[in-house]
């Protein structure tokens, strides 16, 4: 799973009273806590910046400029920016490295602003969410896929359920075995769907070693098999799955519903 420390961030909400924090940096700092885990690309101007380790992981990333801005705790504030006309290719990169990304742009009218333009996050992009067409490898599909396990005593019932944003097809799978068999049979799946992005419950302890890079837990209500059903139903304007020969499934139900 990938992931980008706020520490840095939460060191300089801390350690610096909020005078010594200018009010643009406040701002950005409370919209960064909000996207803990990803790239915050912050629109100034003509640039999209990005602070602290966000910024060094760009530059680092992307080969563009590390500088600084002002301070925070006493260290400087480390920034990294991309023109605003030239942000795809940068977050097509990004993504297939499977890092995920923030678009914060400036929504307010500089004229009436008394303090910093309102800004907000208008567009997340993520390896398994990407549906823009000019970020997505020709004929790649990029599934997002979600994972279901069920106990049942010896037995572990494993529910796929993937999805390509891009054409909206949608399908499951259900498997069953001992946690060995199980195991090894999601490790195939796995290689043979090869998805953009995974989520799972965020207690499951299944495919530790997996070979996808991105991954995400969710809480586990997420994955109800009654739920997952229903919307299954409800999305499909229909009174059973019979006609999509989904009968009899239960734990790719709560993959679906993920």
Known sequence: MTTVSSDINAAAVKSSPA???TPMMQQYLRIKADYPTMLVFYRMGDFYE????????????????????????????????VPFHSLDPYLAKLVKLGESCAICEQIGDPALSKGPVER?????????????????????ERPLLAVCTLAQRKNVTVGLAWMSLASGALRLMEF????RTVNTRLAQELERIAPAEILRADDGDLFEDSPVAHTQRVPEWHFDVVKGHKALVDQLAVATLTGFGADGLGAAFGAAGA
């Open 19 to 21: 005078e010594k924090v």
């Open 176 to 179: 069953s075995g001992d946690e």
């Open 50 to 81: 990005l602070f602290f380790e966000d910024a060094e992981k760009a530059a680092r990333i992307l080969g563009i400029t590390l500088t600084a801005r002002g301070s925070s705790g006493g260290n400087p504030i480390k920034m990294a920016g």
């Open 120 to 140: 907000k996050v208008v567009r997340v992009v993520t390896p398994g969410t990407l549906t823009d067409s000019d970020l997505l490898p020709e004929k790649a």
